[in-house]
């Protein structure tokens, strides 16, 4: 059995539809997260991927106790989330942190870099507020950033500086585990390429573990050593990166994969497409069974009558899928 | 070999902000011929946008276009009164942009706002309108387009948005469809589909489309011809084949390197 660090059992996150202005009552539930069950591994990145609205922030969200979810566990080296409250749930808290995908929006325009890298610590209470300069200016220095520049704000950065300040503000109160949610989608490529090979090598060098949350395939299997595909609140295919990309057995990840196109002429032209049906394709049936059943292109009756569970296909390999 | 059908030569656009003067576009030369597809290829920044709308001649305060020629159907449009500039914009040259939520006004039902164009461009009248709404909208690959136009672009998702200009753009037939950065919004799924739709719509009309944007895969799979712009400048520029098969430029080398690719195992991406 692997080393896990988390490990998540039955995790669903639902957000209530309230309806009526004078006497709001529930109508229905938004099922974003609809019963997963994984674990990371220490000192592994694993990746999650899907299009818009499939659930993937609202996992990472989940996993940190920043939504509350509705039921299921999360268990940080066996000790469930999910039931701590205040105090308790604060120290938790200090080993897991999170990068987010906006570094505008993510950085308190008023404070500078000083405030905003040493805020975590004071909340945390880790050391004297004496010492909080020093440990700032480290910070810095793992991001690459020059610690003489701590004083300023964040309109002073640039977008690849920014994201960098807010890894530093994360990295802080030395967490064991990273949710990165969508940490490059914002920037251009070669900052791009920049920030994954700076959170690549703290990694090794901090031993961190990291959720990778990105829409890009081509970034998350980058990163990856296992990548979970999420469709509408539920994994429809989970395999190490190099399954994933090169034995995909679940339609929807096929067409994922075809759809990303790759910056290589010769490549792009051998390629062949898969293709499935798209929200234009008129009034999707609802299905009883497999939530993608509605838009696959291999899937029978069956797929419509009852839900595939996710089985193993091989080591480390799992799909909910009847066709594969 | 098609004839070329838009010039644009050692345009220079510059924005005079108070502090300074930002040269957005420094000098940029490329043509697009007859029913091909050209990509302008950069990093934010890099001035491509500013060019296209340079080309459109929409290019907003304190930007000013001072210097070059874009010479389109053997006239220079630097020159032509704003008069006939209107005509020119729409009609002879369409235009989508990358944020179809801000560029569809809220208020106006999709049918209205794609009839507008079809009325004060062509005299259609009201009802030959509607047939060609609807038919514009099947084309873009909306079911139900009758009943469709009767809805708000709220009503409508990003990727059908996107659809909709698109049928607003090509609804006067252009010459030339610009493309700024059309699906960069959009998940890769609904992006595939939407730039099918568009190149493939293109090519029938016989409408040549200049696509920008900064992500090369796209580029490898579409284009024709690329431009390579950094700084206001083109770096490079020549047929897609040749530049992802040897690419000459070291900023060209770098955007390739930097890329992680689904098609590759792991190695280190060139940062910095």
């Known amino acids: 059995m692997p080393n896990s660090l988390i490990e998540v059992k039955n995790l669903k996150m639902y957000f209530p539809v309230v309806s009526g202005i004078l006497v709001p009552r529930k109508v229905s539930d938004i099922k974003a997260v609809d019963d997963i069950s994984f674990d990371i591994r220490r000192g592994e990145t694993f990746g999650l991927v899907g299009e818009s609205g499939s659930g993937k922030t609202t996992v990472g969200l989940s996993l940190l106790q920043l939504y509350r979810p509705t039921s299921g566990q999360v268990l940080l080296e066996g000790k469930d989330l999910c039931k701590l409250r205040g105090s308790e749930l604060r120290q938790v808290r200090r080993r897991m942190q999170a990068i987010f995908q906006d570094p505008y929006s993510s950085l308190n325009p008023r404070m500078n870099v000083f405030d905003i890298i040493s805020e975590p610590l004071g909340i945390h209470h880790i050391m004297s507020p004496r010492e909080y300069r020093r440990k700032v200016e480290e910070m810095l220095t793992l991001v690459d950033l020059d610690p003489g520049m701590i004083s300023r704000y964040p309109h002073e950065f640039s977008a690849g500086e920014r994201q960098r300040i807010g890894i530093a503000r994360a990295l802080a109160v030395g967490p064991e585990f990273i949710v990165c949610d969508e940490p490059v989608s914002s920037l251009d490529v070669c900052v791009q390429a920049q920030i994954l090979d700076i959170l690549d090598s703290l990694q090794t060098r901090l031993n961190l573990t990291y959720l990778f949350i990105a829409h890009d395939l081509a970034v998350v299997g980058y990163m990856s050593n296992r990548i979970a595909v999420m469709y509408l609140g539920q994994f429809v295919e989970l395999g190490t990166r190099d399954q994933i990309f090169e034995k995909p057995l679940h339609p929807y990840t096929r067409a994922l994969l075809s759809a990303v196109p790759i910056p290589d002429r010769a490549a792009e032209k051998k390629r062949q497409r898969v293709v499935f049906a798209d929200e234009t394709s008129g009034a999707l049936t609802p299905s009883n069974g497999c939530s993608f059943a509605p838009r696959c292109t291999v899937g029978d009756e069956q797929c419509h009558e009852a839900v595939p569970e996710m089985e193993m296909r091989e080591a480390e390999h799992w799909v909910a899928c009847w066709k594969s | ?272």
């Open chain 2, 1 to 272: 070999m098609a004839g070329t059908l838009l010039q644009v030569k050692d345009l220079k656009t510059y924005f005079y902000m108070p502090e300074a003067t930002v040269k957005a576009v420094d000098g940029v030369s490329y043509d697009v011929r007859e029913a091909e597809t050209v990509a302008l290829v950069g990093e934010s920044g890099s001035g491509k946008s500013v060019s296209a709308l340079s080309i459109m001649r929409l290019v907003p305060y304190p930007g000013r276009i001072v210097g070059g020629e874009i010479i389109f159907d053997g006239e220079n449009l630097l020159e032509l009164p704003e008069k006939r500039m209107r005509n020119i914009r729409g009609r002879h040259i369409g235009m989508v942009f990358q944020e179809p939520m801000t560029s569809l006004n809220p208020v106006l039902t999709i049918g209205a706002q794609l009839a507008e164009s079809l009325k004060v461009r062509l005299g259609m009248d009201e009802g030959t309108a509607r047939q060609r709404v609807i038919e514009l909208l099947r084309m873009v690959g909306i079911r139900d387009a009758d009943r469709r136009l009767r809805s708000y672009p709220h009503q409508f998702s990003g990727g059908m948005r996107q659809r909709v200009m698109i049928a607003m753009a090509l609804s006067c037939n252009p010459e030339i469809l610009i493309a700024d950065e059309p699906t960069t919004a959009l998940d890769v799924t609904t992006q595939a589909q939407i730039l099918d739709m568009m190149t493939s719509l293109a090519q029938q009309m016989g409408t040549a489309l200049l696509l920008i944007t900064h992500n090369l895969g796209i580029v490898a799979r579409y284009a024709d011809r690329i431009n390579i712009m950094y700084e206001g400048k083109l770096v490079e520029s020549g047929t897609a084949d040749d530049i992802f098969s040897s690419p000459t430029h070291a900023y060209t080398r770098k955007l390739l390197e930097c890329v992680p690719r689904i098609d590759k195992k792991r190695s280190r991406l060139a940062a910095s």
